[in-house]
């Protein structure tokens, strides 16, 4: 199996190396946490760091079983703890473990003890665990392969174009590398993942009678990427074509996707009031390839796949992202930091002069001063529209143009 080196999270975790924080790595089932925490161990030993100093427990491995009781869990740590020296835990799946706050706090509190966990639900860090470790931990949040990662890792960087049609079939779950010439083989890899997520996780976590009614939402929220979304469209839609479905359920799977990482809610941001909305989000799935198994061919809509793919890399840089709103207009992407917004939009082409009229009409609106970006599939070179710049999309992928 071909291990792709993270450098991005590896050197996030080094900076946190024996800080008194908690690190907490989040993100989808099969992302990578579990390599990441095993290559960051190996850059400890690399340091000089003694193979007893470093205890890891996957709480997914039934070697471990019985240490998902908190108390036993507890009793094992601190029996592994050294007086002299620095003891590094890594406790992978935490999740798994009832009552683990009290474990981690526990621990936390001792000297000579460096903490990093991971977890594949955002409920990780609900009110409950944020209160007991409030100021106390980081969250390192993990997403599957960038398409810079894949280009580099498939050796596609000399064939963008190429690359990033393989990327979307061939899935961007690291695990998936394996699988990029064995469509049968990588099909079933990435419905495993899916059963795993939906069927393991989603349905007996929130206990979901109704796994096809799930299905049927995830289904639903999946064909509709970048379309604005509220609980009471899909229910309306779903029950007229006959899967009748309540708004409240609907509220609660979106909640349950969400939590897992498996799909994305972008909010909505009023960029003339300077307000955040709270209608109409758009949603955004982990990962075209997954998208392509549930959804089959038909799934192909070249302008919101590429919006998924921007969506995810904004998030990866570290963004803040919203969906834009200007008058009756709307703008794909805001990023907004304390002192810097940025907009985007994203378009298949705009080689169509009514189609680049279309996608430059609401950064036009917009009358502050902050970089406003599109980004198209189209291999021009780059151009400039009174101060709004047209970038290729792939180039923008691989960092190569800010």
């Known amino acids: 199996m071909q291990t792709i080196i993270r450098q991005e999270y590896l050197d996030k975790l080094t900076a946190f190396q024996n800080k008194k924080v908690i690190k907490i790595v989040t993100g989808v089932r099969r992302c990578g946490k579990s390599t990441i925490l095993a290559l960051f161990q190996d850059c400890l030993k690399k340091q000089g760091v003694l193979t007893e100093q470093i205890v890891s ?24 703890l050294l007086a002299d020296k620095m003891t590094y835990i890594f406790l992978d799946e935490i999740q798994q473990c009832s009552n683990f706050p009290r474990v981690i706090d526990s621990l936390y509190i001792r000297n000579g003890v460096d903490i990093y966990i991971t977890g594949s639900n955002a409920n990780l860090l609900s009110s409950e665990i944020a209160t007991l470790i409030s100021g106390r931990y980081v969250e390192i949040k993990m997403l599957p392969l960038s398409f810079k990662e894949y280009a580099l890792a ?83 839609t779903m029950t007229a074509n006959g899967r009748k479905i309540d708004v409240k359920t609907v509220e609660k799977y979106l909640v349950a996707l969400t939590e897992s990482f498996i799909v994305y809610q972008a909010k909505r941001y009023d960029i003339r009031g300077r307000q955040y909305l709270k209608t109409l989000q758009k949603y955004y799935v982990i990962d075209i390839g997954m998208r392509y198994m549930l959804l089959g061919s038909r799934a192909t809509d070249v302008g919101h796949i590429l919006e998924n793919v921007v969506y995810l890399e904004l998030l990866r840089r570290g963004n803040d992202v919203y969906v834009g709103k200007i008058d009756n207009l709307e703008v794909d992407f805001v990023t907004v930091e304390p002192k810097k917004i940025v907009y985007y939009q994203v378009a298949a082409t705009v080689r169509d002069e009514s189609t680049l009229q279309r996608e430059l009409a609401p950064l036009r609106t917009i009358k502050d001063h902050y970089p406003k970006i599109i980004l198209t599939l189209d291999d021009d070179p780059e151009a400039d529209y009174d101060g709004i710049r047209r970038i290729n999309a792939l180039n923008w992928l691989m960092g190569t143009v800010k």
Do not use: C
């Open 57 to 80: 427990i996957n709480l997914e491995d039934f070697d471990y079983d019985e240490l998902r009781d908190p108390k036993k869990l507890h009793t094992y740590l601190k029996k592994h």
């Open 154 to 236: 498939a050796k596609k960087t000399t064939e963008l174009s190429r690359g990033y049609a393989e990327y979307l079939e061939s899935s961007s779950f690291p695990g998936a590398m394996d699988f990029r010439q064995q469509p049968k083989e990588l099909r079933d890899y990435l419905e495993g993942i899916y059963n795993t997520i939906v069927v393991k996780d989603i349905a007996s976590r929130k206990k979901i009678a109704d796994a096809m009614m799930l299905e049927s939402v995830t289904k639903f929220v999946m064909d509709n990427i970048g379309s604005p979304l509220s609980s009471k469209k899909i229910a309306d």
